[in-house]
């Protein structure tokens, strides 16, 4: 098998196919999406950091300049929302919305939210337990992030369950080559989810709460700015919550001995989630535009490229990691790659962590098991499971 994203086999274990295109070299085109795959962990970390790269372009050019058709006409609600926010902009407008964001997830403030997110683990794993069992990504692992972030944003609670689909239409477009339904359902999930927030955010500006939104409107950013910022909040602060919480149960059940390691002791269960993002990475690739020309391990990539750093590869380097392909629940040398590197390092990296903590910490202490072996979403970039059925003891 080859590096094919759209083959359900390869989406469902890459890993092999990785181990192949390291040995083979340090850059990979691939015609298919007219990209340069980079396996390596020492080339994904060094142009994660290289200012010579970009998640844009268009700070510096218009389309024509790098030899590419405008988007079409349909997809300016999509590309409107994510163009506003700071994971698709560079600097200064990157810096200036980062420090005004960031103010929202100082360690102390995220600490300051593990006691709620204990209580909402718990009560989602008692709800789960007095059932004796259920798709565990539907009733534990998507509602206890989306909850967490649309507190903190401020949305009601009446509008939350919204939220998920809203997510999960757009990040569609994120996938190589999306369907041309695929991309018309992202267009008319942003549309809605920006009118959303336009009107919330209009209230919030009049009557100011305890909230980020509210916070957000004093601080002098433009309606397309708080909006995209709000939008990748929310799928940024869920998103690869959901499929890490998925994809580690998976991972455990896999590996039983580890499992019982971590009943055993939880003082493991940080190490643990830390294997877990490295072992079966939720977000596979993260793509970057080649701003200046480049070289990578002695292939020349021109400017204009779009490099695909494979991080599922990278988290799998025997270079960087011993034994890669073993799950280590106390692996304690794991500089995973899972998070990003450089200026566009997931801002809310510690939410993510004290979620995952408390939510296995939750499930371990309710004894679950798996009842049938869990089927893979389509997707290859964001990656993980359509449901994973538990039983509880």
């Known amino acids: 098998m080859r590096f094919d994203p759209w083959n359900p086999d390869f989406v469902a274990h890459p890993y092999d196919v990785?181990?192949?295109?390291?040995?083979?070299?340090p850059v990979h085109y691939f015609d298919k999406t007219d990209q340069y795959l980079i396996p390596r962990y020492e080339?994904?970390?060094?142009?994660?950091?290289?200012?010579?790269?970009?998640?844009?372009?268009?700070?510096l050019e218009d389309h024509s300049v790098f030899g590419h058709e405008p988007e079409p006409e349909f997809q300016e609600p999509f590309w409107r929302v994510v163009r506003a926010g700071m994971l698709d902009v560079e600097p200064p407008v990157h810096t200036r919305l980062r420090r005004l964001v960031s103010k929202a997830f100082t360690p102390r403030m995220v600490e300051g939210l593990r006691p709620r997110?204990?209580?909402m683990a718990a009560e989602l794993a008692d709800a789960l337990a007095a059932k004796g069992g259920g798709d565990l990504?539907?009733?534990?692992?998507?509602?206890?992030?989306?909850?967490?972030?649309?507190?903190?944003?401020?949305?009601?609670?009446?509008?939350?369950?919204?939220?998920?689909p809203w997510s999960a239409d757009i990040c569609g477009m994120y996938e190589l080559n999306p369907s041309l339904e695929?991309?018309?359902?992202?267009?008319?999930?942003?549309?809605?989810?920006?009118?959303?927030?336009?009107?919330?955010?209009?209230?919030?500006?009049?009557?100011p709460g305890d909230d980020l939104i509210s916070a957000l409107t004093q601080v002098g950013l433009t309606d397309d700015e708080l909006i995209g910022t709000c939008v990748l909040l929310l799928n940024a602060g869920h998103e690869a919550t959901v499929n890490v919480t998925g994809n580690g149960w998976w991972s455990l059940f896999r590996n039983p001995g580890e499992l019982e390691r971590l009943r055993q002791d939880r003082s493991l269960l940080p190490t643990a989630v830390e294997e877990m993002m490295r072992w079966d990475t939720p977000l596979q690739m993260f793509e970057r535009w080649v701003l200046e020309d480049i070289e990578v391990g002695g292939?020349?990539?021109?400017?204009?490229?779009?490099?695909?750093?494979?991080?599922?590869s990278?988290?799998?380097?025997?270079?960087?990691?011993?034994?890669?392909?073993?799950?280590d629940a106390g692996r304690s040398d794991n500089p995973h790659i899972s998070f990003g590197?450089?200026?566009?390092?997931?801002?809310?990296?510690?939410?993510?962590?004290i979620e995952l903590i408390e939510s296995f910490g939750a499930l371990l202490d309710r004894g679950i098991d798996l009842v049938e072996e869990p089927t893979w979403k389509p997707g290859y970039v964001i990656r993980g499971l359509t449901e994973l059925r538990v039983s509880t003891s």
């Open 18 to 25: 990785y181990a192949d295109l390291r040995a083979d070299g």
């Open 341 to 353: 590197a450089g200026i566009h390092f997931c801002l809310g990296a510690p939410l993510a962590r």
């Open 117 to 119: 997110i204990r209580v």
């Open 43 to 59: 080339d994904v970390n060094a142009l994660l950091r290289d200012r010579r790269l970009g998640r844009s372009y268009l700070h």
């Open 137 to 164: 990504i539907a009733e534990v692992a998507e509602p206890l992030p989306v909850t967490v972030i649309a507190e903190m944003l401020g949305v009601p609670e009446q509008d939350r369950p919204c939220l998920r």
């Open 314 to 327: 990278a988290n799998r380097d025997p270079s960087v990691f011993a034994e890669p392909d073993r799950f």
């Open 299 to 312: 292939t020349p990539i021109p400017r204009g490229s779009e490099v695909a750093l494979l991080f599922g």
């Open 182 to 207: 695929a991309q018309h359902t992202a267009a008319r999930a942003a549309e809605e989810f920006a009118s959303y927030l336009r009107d919330l955010a209009r209230v919030r500006a009049e009557n």
